[in-house]
């Protein structure tokens, strides 16, 4: 463990105790910095008379989607997994050497990215740079541990596997910036969604949901099957593959699967009678995945019974806004709880945060078919700051505060 102060006042200085205080230090900023910016370029977009942004080259909303999956939540999952990839294996925990240059890496990487889009012309190349350095600190620390490891961790294996598809998705937008065509854009940001973050939040929802279900549900027995991953994978890649290809039509034959896979997992996780919040929000969270799927099938269907693309980026908010946004605020506020050495509960702000991003993820989905839709999506990322503005203080305290319990880390 790290030999850093463990009494005292809050101290920048903490940040290195632990991988997680580091890398949701780091996404926490983040998320409230990103959505900022692009609430402002949305409210500009809408109102110009309002607000005048930059107009950043590549586009705003590629590079929104950019900066969200690729710089935001992949400091939440390196955070995780550089804490509990150690203890999946038996293995030592990382030092404080090995998982500083991913936090540097990262948070370098969207602060340059965000002034790129303020204007600084080489902000942009600049925060891809040190994003891809952050990765690789990353994805070099935590891939040796599945050689040195004597059995075979399969939730370890799948969330590397995502990862480095991750990193095939940076090399994608590396190579858009380049100059390759703006197809590369479209790869990785298909990528982002259904190589990365899907395969990671399931794989992870898979290993720990029904283990956190198990250990305060009297008689709660953990469901949780390896068939489960190794039905996601095929299909989230035939998603991605089926998008790539503009085959909206044919969505439906994977994402039907993935509806009914979904929707057993909720109905097999869901604990039965009395738990505490701190788990329900979990599953509530855990609800949106089936539902994504439900538009996502319905929207295919429809386009190909019809050719109107009905729905528009609703499924893939219902996703995004639904599935990875309360499904953040549940695990990381389970996290940083427990390893702050304080009491796992739900404190009023992570209630307000949660409540308040179902609210708004409802209102990105049906942004697509209200009137004035540009409206509707500016005021929904206004929503996103309003619901994460008091979770993230809270957060950020804590991690520059000792543990609660006096304990190192």
């Given amino acids: 463990m790290n030999s850093l102060p463990s009494q005292g006042r809050p101290s920048p200085r903490l940040l290195g105790a632990a991988p997680h205080r580091l890398m949701f230090f780091v996404g926490s ?29 590549p586009y705003a909303g590629w590079l929104h989607a950019f900066i969200m999956q690729y710089q935001v939540l992949p400091s939440f999952f390196f955070g995780f997994l550089l804490t509990t990839f150690p203890k999946w294996m038996g293995q030592p925990e990382f030092e404080r050497w090995r998982y500083a240059p991913v936090g540097v890496g990262l948070m370098g990487g969207q602060l340059a990215t965000l002034l790129g889009v303020l204007g600084w012309e080489a ?23 599945t050689w040195r490891e004597a059995g075979t961790t399969w939730h ?13 998705g940076l090399a994608a937008w590396t ?11 479209m790869a990785s940001i298909k990528l982002g969604t259904f190589g990365l973050l899907l395969p990671v939040y399931f794989t992870v929802a898979h290993r720990m949901f029904p283990f956190f ?20 994978w095929p299909l989230v890649l035939g998603h991605m593959l089926l998008e790539l290809f503009h085959a909206y039509g044919w969505l439906w034959l994977v994402d039907l699967p993935l509806l009914a896979l979904s929707a057993l997992m909720l109905w097999k996780w869901w604990p039965r009678g009395d738990k505490p919040g701190l788990l329900t929000v979990l599953f509530v969270g855990l609800a949106w995945l089936p539902l994504a799927f439900a538009l996502y099938t319905t929207q295919s269907i429809a386009y190909e019974l019809t050719g109107v693309y009905w729905l528009g980026r ?12 309360s499904v953040l605020v549940a695990m990381v506020t389970r996290v940083t709880q427990g390893h702050a050495g304080q009491k796992l509960y739900m404190p009023a702000v992570a ?32 929503g996103w700051l309003v619901a994460f503005l008091p979770w993230v203080l809270r957060l950020g305290r804590i991690y520059l505060s000792p543990r609660a319990d006096g304990r190192p880390g």
């Fill in 123 to 145: 902000g942009i190349t600049v925060g891809l740079w040190m994003t891809i350095a952050g990765w690789l600190a990353g994805v070099a620390t935590l891939a040796p541990l």
């Fill in 213 to 232: 279900a198990s250990r305060v549900v009297p008689g709660y027995e953990a469901w949780r099957p390896f068939w489960l991953l190794a039905a996601m």
């Fill in 351 to 382: 209630w307000f945060a949660f409540v308040a991003i179902q609210v708004v993820a409802a209102a990105r989905v049906l942004a697509e078919a209200l009137p004035d839709m540009l409206a509707w999506h500016a005021i929904a990322a206004v």
């Fill in 175 to 185: 190579a858009a910036m380049l100059g390759a065509s703006a197809m590369w854009v």
């Fill in 29 to 57: 900023s983040n998320l409230l910095l990103a959505m900022a910016w692009w609430a402002a370029w949305l409210v500009s977009a809408r109102w110009p008379g309002v607000l005048q942004m930059h107009q950043p080259d």
């Fill in 314 to 325: 609703g499924p893939a908010h219902a996703l995004f806004v639904g599935f990875f946004g």
């Fill in 156 to 168: 370890a294996r799948s969330c590397l596997a995502a990862l480095l598809l991750g990193l095939v």
